[in-house]
């Protein structure tokens, strides 16, 4: 079985600062790991994955994440926030081969103008 | 392109009251799962469909059936609904069986915010 933690229920933050949202897993087998946005009242959609390869993941609008094996971790950051990021972030983790998905918590990123 | 659909987008039940839940994708997917999201306890996964003609248990299936009608529709039955069920239900679908991992991802629907009295 596999979980997924995320560190911090909300993180407020100023317009164009960094952010970095953190997220640990934990599995038995090797795994895919994700990071879906939610914005309000939507469905959630990919922001980036990691399968393989290079452990630095480029996303869409401007987040990007870090697979850290020996962490167990994989955080997602962003160098200048916009009003517009302001959602719910949920980090996700599947075995590979397996298309069973397990979500965290979330984190709502809050962003301050 | 509608992508997955969910049909209704609200709904108020009473408890013991049945209903269904529908989702429909267009997109030609093999899999198809049903969440609820709950504060604090971000998505669970109550059923999923690998394939048609197969469904299988999730994470808290109880308290629900699902029927994977054919390749593009998969319900979800509340038979006797209860206030624990409040919830927003969110369908998704994926590829399931794409030789490109790499193009492997969960396309959702906009939710069924359910509430239970």
């Known amino acids: 079985a596999q979980s997924v933690t995320q560190l911090d229920s909300q993180v407020p933050v100023f317009e164009e600062a960094p952010v970095e949202l953190r997220c640990n897993y934990s599995?038995?087998?090797?795994?895919?790991l994700f990071w879906y946005v939610q914005y309000p009242n939507q469905g959630l959609q990919l922001l980036l994955k990691?399968?393989?390869?290079?452990?630095l993941v480029k996303g869409i609008n401007g987040f990007e994440a870090e697979f850290n094996k020996s962490q167990t971790s994989f955080h997602l950051r962003k160098p200048s926030v916009h009003i517009s990021d302001t959602a719910e972030y949920f980090c996700?983790?599947?075995?590979?081969?397996?298309?069973?998905?397990?979500f965290g918590i979330g984190t709502k990123l809050q962003v301050i103008p | 392109n509608a992508g997955v659909t969910q049909t209704p987008k609200f709904q108020v039940l009473k408890t013991g009251q049945s209903m269904t839940l529908q989702c429909a994708q267009d997109?030609?997917?093999?899999?198809m799962y049903w969440y609820r999201q709950d504060p604090g306890m971000g998505l669970r996964l109550i059923y999923y469909?690998?394939?048609?003609?197969?469904?299988d248990k999730g994470e808290v299936p109880n308290g629900y059936n699902v029927s994977r009608l054919n390749k593009r529709e998969f319900s979800l039955r509340l038979e006797s609904a209860a206030p624990s069920q409040t919830s927003v239900y969110f369908c998704?679908?994926?590829?399931?069986?794409?030789?490109?991992?790499?193009?492997?991802?969960?396309?959702f629907g906009s939710g069924t915010q359910l509430s239970v009295l």
């Open positions: 998704a679908s994926s590829d399931g069986a794409s030789t490109r991992r790499e193009d492997e991802k969960l396309f």
């Open positions: 599995s038995s087998v090797s795994v895919y």
């Open positions: 990691y399968l393989s390869g290079s452990t």
């Open positions: 996700a983790v599947s075995p590979r081969g397996y298309q069973k998905v397990t």
């Open positions: 997109m030609n997917h093999n899999s």
């Open positions: 469909s690998a394939s048609e003609g197969t469904t």
